[in-house]
């Protein structure tokens, strides 16, 4: 595939971000200037505030990005940029950031779903740093972000084949309501797993969803279990075991996660699982992941297991490659599916 160094946006949630990455795997610079600060005392991303946030810090986190790489932008082949799906009032200013640098700069422009990058992310290393070994197809592709959970077949690069998803929380949701409802700072998915550390993962056997479909998932029943134990405890004038409630909740939510994968895997003659989305950064599901022998898994770092833009520069990178340029009237877009 044809070479290309990419400047890459994200600001599809509460992170602005930019990246330079070459032929979709070395990264040469990266930065992520996250909002988690101001969101948190709202329990949680306020969308008009993420929007003002990166008006401010979109500018800068270029700049930056640029500096770091030592590179100007006479030095880019190709701008790419998540178009979605997330906060419409956040996307526009990354779309709008990169369309006026391709306006003035005459480069291509490549819209990235930010789902798709999420996939990518697998595919990225530290340029100078050894070379990670690339993702092998047919592929089985568990993302797990705040918004989404889904279980796809990989067969190429840019072909997916969804077998499933969430019926209702994805399940970094649902770390994130459960983490609120034991009065855990927000995002709940960190929070939880400190919480986990020190907790008895077997002491409540909360239940697992049964859905029709093998590779459905479902949280919501999981997270209003925890609920009934909260408030039957609060009625009984009990301290709450915070930590055996998170690593009981964590061990359910990973079990499920895990064996959904592995039996998608196994079932469609997958060479590999491949672990993604914010959730992934969760050490208990990466130690179930990585303690098995029966597939090769690739996981991110876990600088690129929640937002960034080196996976948007990855899935742009290919994209590109494979001729899937788009131009300056490109829109936001809502959905995952693709096009
Ligand atoms: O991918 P991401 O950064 O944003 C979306 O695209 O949604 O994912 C954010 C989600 C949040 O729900 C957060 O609680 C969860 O990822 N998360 C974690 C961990 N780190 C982030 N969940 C469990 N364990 C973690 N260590
Ligand atoms: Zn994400």
């Known amino acids: 595939m044809k070479p290309a160094r990419i400047l890459a946006i994200e600001t599809s949630c509460d992170e602005t971000a930019c990246a330079v990455i070459e032929n979709g795997r070395a990264l040469l610079a990266s930065t992520v200037a996250s909002q988690m600060d101001v969101h948190a005392r709202y329990g949680g991303v306020y ?72 996939v990518y992310s697998a595919w990225v290393y530290n340029a100078g740093e050894s070379v990670s070994p690339e993702p092998q197809f047919p592929l089985m592709a568990l993302i797990v972000s705040g918004g989404h959970t889904e279980l796809n077949l990989m067969t190429d690069h840019l072909t997916y084949q969804r077998l499933g998803s969430t019926l209702d929380d994805a399940a970094g949701e ?44 479902s949280f919501s029943g999981l997270k209003t279990a925890v609920l009934y134990e909260v408030n039957d405890l609060k009625k009984k004038h009990k301290t709450l075991p915070i930590e055996d409630l998170a690593a009981s909740f964590q061990k359910t939510v990973v079990d499920t996660l895990f064996e959904k994968a592995m039996q998608a895997a196994r079932d469609h003659n997958a060479r590999e699982i491949l672990v993604a989305g914010g959730v992934s950064a969760n050490r208990a599901l990466r130690n179930a992941f990585m303690s098995q022998k029966e597939f090769r898994v690739n996981i991110p770092a876990f600088s690129l297991c929640t937002d960034n833009a080196a996976m948007i520069g990855a899935a742009g990178y290919y994209r590109y490659a494979l001729g899937h340029v788009s131009d300056l009237t490109m829109d936001v877009q809502p959905t995952w599916e693709l096009s």
Request: glycine share 12%.
């Open 174 to 217: 649902a770390f994130d309501k459960v983490g609120r409802l034991l009065g855990l700072p927000f995002p709940g998915g960190p929070a939880i797993q400190k919480a986990a550390e020190g907790g008895n993962p077997t002491r409540f056997k909360f239940p697992r969803a049964r859905v029709d479909n093998p590779y459905d998932f």
């Open 47 to 118: 969308p008009e505030v993420a929007s003002r946030q990166h008006v401010l810090s979109i500018v800068p986190v270029v700049e930056q990005t640029l500096a770091q790489s030592s590179l100007t932008l006479k030095d880019m082949d190709v701008i790419a940029v998540t178009r979605g799906p997330g906060l419409a009032g956040s996307l526009v200013v990354g779309m709008n950031m990169a369309k006026g640098l391709a306006l003035g700069t005459g480069l291509p422009i490549v819209g990235v779903n930010h789902l798709e990058g999420h």
